[in-house]
Protein backbone atom coordinates (compact mmCIF):
# COMPACT_ATOMS: atom_id res chain seq x y z
CA UNK A 1 0.00 0.00 0.00
CA UNK A 2 1.39 3.13 -0.90
CA UNK A 3 1.78 6.16 1.07
CA UNK A 4 -0.03 9.06 0.09
CA UNK A 5 1.61 11.50 2.77
CA UNK A 6 4.65 10.97 4.38
CA UNK A 7 5.41 13.77 7.15
CA UNK A 8 8.96 13.06 9.04
CA UNK A 9 9.86 16.27 11.24
CA UNK A 10 7.53 18.89 9.98
CA UNK A 11 7.93 21.83 11.26
CA UNK A 12 6.75 25.12 10.26
CA UNK A 13 8.00 28.65 11.69
CA UNK A 14 6.45 32.04 10.76
CA UNK A 15 8.96 34.82 12.92
CA UNK A 16 8.89 33.71 16.51
CA UNK A 17 6.08 31.35 16.19
CA UNK A 18 5.76 27.61 15.68
CA UNK A 19 3.05 26.48 13.99
CA UNK A 20 3.70 22.90 13.10
CA UNK A 21 6.14 21.41 15.58
CA UNK A 22 8.27 18.44 14.45
CA UNK A 23 5.45 16.25 13.24
CA UNK A 24 5.89 12.51 12.22
CA UNK A 25 2.59 11.49 10.18
CA UNK A 26 2.10 8.64 7.48
CA UNK A 27 -1.23 8.61 5.65
CA UNK A 28 -2.22 5.39 3.30
CA UNK A 29 -4.21 5.32 0.18
CA UNK A 30 -6.88 3.34 1.90
CA UNK A 31 -7.48 5.86 5.12
CA UNK A 32 -9.76 8.09 5.85
CA UNK A 33 -8.65 10.49 8.42
CA UNK A 34 -9.72 13.33 10.70
CA UNK A 35 -7.50 15.78 12.28
CA UNK A 36 -8.85 17.15 15.63
CA UNK A 37 -7.47 20.29 17.27
CA UNK A 38 -8.83 23.18 19.15
CA UNK A 39 -8.59 26.86 17.67
CA UNK A 40 -5.08 27.66 16.72
CA UNK A 41 -3.88 24.20 16.93
CA UNK A 42 -1.91 23.88 14.20
CA UNK A 43 -4.48 22.00 11.75
CA UNK A 44 -4.98 24.64 8.26
CA UNK A 45 -1.41 24.68 8.67
CA UNK A 46 -1.07 21.00 8.27
CA UNK A 47 -3.31 20.92 5.05
CA UNK A 48 -1.61 23.95 3.83
CA UNK A 49 1.55 21.70 3.80
CA UNK A 50 -0.31 18.25 2.79
CA UNK A 51 -1.43 20.28 -0.34
CA UNK A 52 1.79 21.42 -1.63
CA UNK A 53 0.59 25.06 -0.96
CA UNK A 54 2.97 25.72 2.02
CA UNK A 55 6.39 24.38 2.46
CA UNK A 56 8.07 22.88 5.69
CA UNK A 57 10.89 25.25 7.22
CA UNK A 58 12.38 21.81 8.69
CA UNK A 59 11.49 18.50 7.93
CA UNK A 60 10.44 16.56 4.84
CA UNK A 61 6.90 16.63 3.61
CA UNK A 62 6.47 13.44 1.47
CA UNK A 63 2.99 13.77 -0.87
CA UNK A 64 2.07 11.41 -3.14
CA UNK A 65 5.61 10.06 -3.42
CA UNK A 66 7.13 13.07 -4.46
CA UNK A 67 9.33 14.88 -1.87
CA UNK A 68 7.54 18.93 -1.68
CA UNK A 69 10.66 21.38 -2.58
CA UNK A 70 12.37 18.66 -4.94
CA UNK A 71 9.34 18.50 -7.37
CA UNK A 72 7.17 21.33 -9.19
CA UNK A 73 4.03 22.24 -7.16
CA UNK A 74 2.24 22.82 -9.96
CA UNK A 75 2.31 19.76 -11.02
CA UNK A 76 1.44 18.10 -7.81
CA UNK A 77 -1.33 20.43 -6.65
CA UNK A 78 -4.00 18.98 -9.27
CA UNK A 79 -3.38 15.37 -7.97
CA UNK A 80 -5.22 17.08 -4.37
CA UNK A 81 -8.61 18.21 -3.91
CA UNK A 82 -8.59 20.89 -1.33
CA UNK A 83 -12.00 22.75 0.46
CA UNK A 84 -11.28 25.50 2.55
CA UNK A 85 -12.77 28.42 3.86
CA UNK A 86 -10.12 30.98 2.48
CA UNK A 87 -10.28 28.77 -1.13
CA UNK A 88 -14.08 29.53 -0.69
CA UNK A 89 -13.90 33.25 -0.69
CA UNK A 90 -11.69 32.85 -4.10
CA UNK A 91 -15.33 31.95 -5.88
CA UNK A 92 -16.81 34.44 -7.54
CA UNK A 93 -19.98 34.58 -6.21
CA UNK A 94 -21.93 35.48 -9.76
CA UNK A 95 -20.35 31.68 -11.33
CA UNK A 96 -23.00 29.64 -12.29
CA UNK A 97 -22.26 26.40 -9.82
CA UNK A 98 -22.05 24.08 -13.00
CA UNK A 99 -18.93 26.19 -13.87
CA UNK A 100 -17.47 26.11 -10.49
CA UNK A 101 -17.01 22.63 -10.46
CA UNK A 102 -16.19 21.98 -14.16
CA UNK A 103 -13.48 25.09 -13.84
CA UNK A 104 -11.03 22.45 -11.22
CA UNK A 105 -10.39 20.57 -14.17
CA UNK A 106 -8.07 23.72 -15.06
CA UNK A 107 -6.96 24.34 -11.82
CA UNK A 108 -8.65 27.76 -12.21
CA UNK A 109 -11.04 29.36 -10.04
CA UNK A 110 -13.26 31.52 -12.09
CA UNK A 111 -14.75 30.37 -15.68
CA UNK A 112 -12.30 32.06 -18.79
CA UNK A 113 -12.34 29.62 -21.10
CA UNK A 114 -15.24 28.20 -23.67
CA UNK A 115 -13.88 25.13 -24.38
CA UNK A 116 -14.45 22.47 -22.00
CA UNK A 117 -15.39 19.27 -23.06
CA UNK A 118 -18.65 17.27 -22.84
CA UNK A 119 -16.44 14.71 -21.03
CA UNK A 120 -15.68 17.40 -18.04
CA UNK A 121 -19.17 19.16 -17.96
CA UNK A 122 -20.97 15.79 -17.76
CA UNK A 123 -18.41 14.62 -14.53
CA UNK A 124 -19.17 17.86 -13.17
CA UNK A 125 -23.17 17.15 -13.35
CA UNK A 126 -22.05 13.55 -12.05
CA UNK A 127 -20.27 14.56 -9.34
CA UNK A 128 -23.02 17.01 -8.49
CA UNK A 129 -25.47 14.72 -8.53
CA UNK A 130 -23.42 12.60 -5.91
CA UNK A 131 -23.26 15.16 -3.24
CA UNK A 132 -27.26 15.89 -3.60
CA UNK A 133 -27.04 19.12 -5.08
CA UNK A 134 -27.09 18.70 -9.20
CA UNK A 135 -30.37 20.30 -8.99
CA UNK A 136 -28.41 23.38 -8.57
CA UNK A 137 -26.64 23.32 -11.25
CA UNK A 138 -27.57 26.52 -13.12
CA UNK A 139 -27.46 28.53 -10.21
CA UNK A 140 -25.24 31.23 -9.30
CA UNK A 141 -22.64 30.24 -6.59
CA UNK A 142 -23.74 33.28 -4.01
CA UNK A 143 -27.74 32.33 -4.40
CA UNK A 144 -26.58 29.10 -2.49
CA UNK A 145 -26.78 28.48 1.16
CA UNK A 146 -23.94 27.81 3.36
CA UNK A 147 -24.35 23.94 3.28
CA UNK A 148 -24.97 23.99 -0.41
CA UNK A 149 -21.95 25.78 -1.16
CA UNK A 150 -19.70 23.53 1.05
CA UNK A 151 -21.49 20.10 -0.96
CA UNK A 152 -20.66 22.13 -4.54
CA UNK A 153 -16.68 22.88 -3.18
CA UNK A 154 -16.48 19.27 -2.08
CA UNK A 155 -17.96 18.07 -5.88
CA UNK A 156 -15.20 20.81 -7.57
CA UNK A 157 -12.12 18.80 -5.48
CA UNK A 158 -13.18 15.49 -6.31
CA UNK A 159 -13.59 17.13 -10.39
CA UNK A 160 -9.80 16.44 -10.69
CA UNK A 161 -10.04 12.79 -9.45
CA UNK A 162 -7.54 13.57 -6.91
CA UNK A 163 -5.58 10.69 -5.55
CA UNK A 164 -5.67 12.86 -2.00
CA UNK A 165 -9.03 14.57 -0.66
CA UNK A 166 -8.35 17.89 1.97
CA UNK A 167 -11.17 18.87 3.73
CA UNK A 168 -11.31 21.71 6.06
CA UNK A 169 -13.83 22.48 8.54
CA UNK A 170 -16.45 21.21 5.65
CA UNK A 171 -19.27 21.33 8.39
CA UNK A 172 -18.64 24.86 9.92
CA UNK A 173 -21.78 27.15 9.98
CA UNK A 174 -24.16 24.52 8.77
CA UNK A 175 -27.22 23.84 11.06
CA UNK A 176 -27.88 20.77 12.56
CA UNK A 177 -29.57 19.30 9.31
CA UNK A 178 -27.17 20.76 7.19
CA UNK A 179 -24.39 19.24 9.56
CA UNK A 180 -25.78 15.89 9.29
CA UNK A 181 -26.55 15.79 5.52
CA UNK A 182 -22.67 16.29 5.28
CA UNK A 183 -21.87 13.71 7.57
CA UNK A 184 -23.68 11.55 5.93
CA UNK A 185 -22.46 12.51 2.01
CA UNK A 186 -19.15 11.98 3.49
CA UNK A 187 -19.94 8.60 5.14
CA UNK A 188 -20.62 7.24 1.92
CA UNK A 189 -17.85 9.16 0.53
CA UNK A 190 -15.80 6.95 2.99
CA UNK A 191 -16.89 3.84 2.67
CA UNK A 192 -16.29 3.65 -1.09
CA UNK A 193 -13.46 2.08 -2.24
CA UNK A 194 -12.61 4.01 -5.25
CA UNK A 195 -12.58 7.74 -3.06
CA UNK A 196 -9.06 9.04 -2.78
CA UNK A 197 -7.55 9.26 0.89
CA UNK A 198 -9.33 11.63 2.57
CA UNK A 199 -8.05 14.10 5.58
CA UNK A 200 -10.76 15.96 6.98
CA UNK A 201 -10.12 19.03 9.74
CA UNK A 202 -12.81 19.15 12.53
CA UNK A 203 -13.42 20.68 15.84
CA UNK A 204 -16.09 18.49 17.18
CA UNK A 205 -16.01 14.64 17.22
CA UNK A 206 -20.02 14.48 16.44
CA UNK A 207 -18.41 15.48 12.65
CA UNK A 208 -16.48 12.32 12.50
CA UNK A 209 -18.69 10.51 9.75
CA UNK A 210 -18.97 6.17 9.82
CA UNK A 211 -16.46 5.08 7.69
CA UNK A 212 -13.76 7.14 8.99
CA UNK A 213 -10.46 5.08 10.23
CA UNK A 214 -8.24 7.29 11.71
CA UNK A 215 -7.58 9.87 13.81
CA UNK A 216 -4.57 12.62 14.58
CA UNK A 217 -5.38 14.44 17.66
CA UNK A 218 -3.06 17.82 17.35
CA UNK A 219 -2.41 20.55 20.16
CA UNK A 220 -0.09 23.87 20.46
CA UNK A 221 1.43 22.59 17.23
CA UNK A 222 2.21 18.67 18.37
CA UNK A 223 0.51 15.43 17.73
CA UNK A 224 -1.02 14.89 20.94
CA UNK A 225 -1.89 11.06 19.30
CA UNK A 226 -2.08 9.16 16.43
CA UNK A 227 -3.83 5.99 14.90
CA UNK A 228 -6.63 4.13 14.37
CA UNK A 229 -9.55 6.22 15.49
CA UNK A 230 -11.15 3.25 17.70
CA UNK A 231 -7.95 2.78 19.45
CA UNK A 232 -6.54 6.69 19.39
CA UNK A 233 -9.84 8.84 20.07
CA UNK A 234 -10.38 8.01 23.93
CA UNK A 235 -11.50 10.28 26.59
CA UNK A 236 -7.98 10.36 27.75
CA UNK A 237 -6.18 11.80 24.65
CA UNK A 238 -9.30 14.00 23.57
CA UNK A 239 -9.33 15.38 27.12
CA UNK A 240 -6.07 15.92 26.73
CA UNK A 241 -6.66 17.64 23.07
CA UNK A 242 -8.56 20.18 24.51
CA UNK A 243 -7.47 21.24 27.47
CA UNK A 244 -10.54 20.21 29.50
CA UNK A 245 -11.92 16.77 31.45
CA UNK A 246 -14.53 15.42 29.02
CA UNK A 247 -16.78 12.46 28.40
CA UNK A 248 -16.73 10.92 25.29
CA UNK A 249 -19.62 8.86 23.82
CA UNK A 250 -19.58 6.52 20.86
CA UNK A 251 -23.01 4.83 19.96
CA UNK A 252 -24.50 3.99 16.24
CA UNK A 253 -21.26 4.44 14.83
CA UNK A 254 -21.30 8.02 15.98
CA UNK A 255 -19.22 9.78 18.73
CA UNK A 256 -20.26 12.41 20.84
CA UNK A 257 -17.69 15.09 23.84
CA UNK A 258 -18.73 16.82 26.57
CA UNK A 259 -17.05 18.34 29.28
CA UNK A 260 -17.59 16.32 32.41
CA UNK A 261 -19.32 17.77 35.10
CA UNK A 262 -17.84 18.49 38.65
CA UNK A 263 -19.49 16.23 41.56
CA UNK A 264 -21.71 18.84 43.58
CA UNK A 265 -22.43 17.94 46.82
CA UNK A 266 -26.17 18.84 48.27
CA UNK A 267 -26.89 19.37 51.78
N1 LIG B 1 1.85 34.18 9.66
C1 LIG B 1 1.71 33.81 10.94
N2 LIG B 1 2.51 34.30 11.90
C2 LIG B 1 2.38 33.93 13.19
N3 LIG B 1 1.46 33.04 13.62
C3 LIG B 1 0.64 32.51 12.70
C4 LIG B 1 0.70 32.85 11.32
N4 LIG B 1 -0.24 32.17 10.66
C5 LIG B 1 -0.88 31.43 11.58
N5 LIG B 1 -0.37 31.63 12.80
C6 LIG B 1 -0.77 30.99 14.06
O1 LIG B 1 -0.53 29.61 13.96
C7 LIG B 1 -1.44 28.89 14.75
C8 LIG B 1 -2.04 27.75 13.94
O2 LIG B 1 -2.90 28.28 12.97
P1 LIG B 1 -3.89 27.35 12.14
O3 LIG B 1 -4.67 28.23 11.24
O4 LIG B 1 -3.12 26.25 11.52
O5 LIG B 1 -4.80 26.76 13.32
P2 LIG B 1 -6.11 25.86 13.23
O6 LIG B 1 -5.85 24.65 14.05
O7 LIG B 1 -6.51 25.66 11.83
O8 LIG B 1 -7.17 26.77 14.00
P3 LIG B 1 -8.76 26.94 13.75
O9 LIG B 1 -9.40 25.76 14.41
O10 LIG B 1 -9.08 28.21 14.48
O11 LIG B 1 -9.01 27.01 12.28
C9 LIG B 1 -2.46 29.91 15.25
O12 LIG B 1 -2.15 30.25 16.58
C10 LIG B 1 -2.24 31.11 14.35
O13 LIG B 1 -2.54 32.33 15.00
MG1 LIG C 1 -8.19 26.18 10.70
Known amino acids: MAAVLEFAGVTVRK ?18 WVVLGPNGAGKT ?31 LRPRIGLTSAALAERIPRGEAVRDVVVSASYGVVGRWREDYDDLDHGRALELL ?33 PELLLLDEPAAGLDLGGREDLVSTLSVLAMDADSPATVLVSHHVEEIPPGFTHVL ?31 LQHAGGRWSA ?10
Do not use: Y
Open 15 to 32: GRATLLDEIDWTVEEDER
Open 45 to 75: TLLQVASAQLHPTTGVAGILEEVLGTVDVFE
Open 129 to 161: EELGVKHLADRTFGTLSEGERKRVQIARALMTD
Open 217 to 247: LLRDAQVVAAGLLDQVLTEQNLSETFGMPLV
Open 258 to 267: RRRQRRTTIH
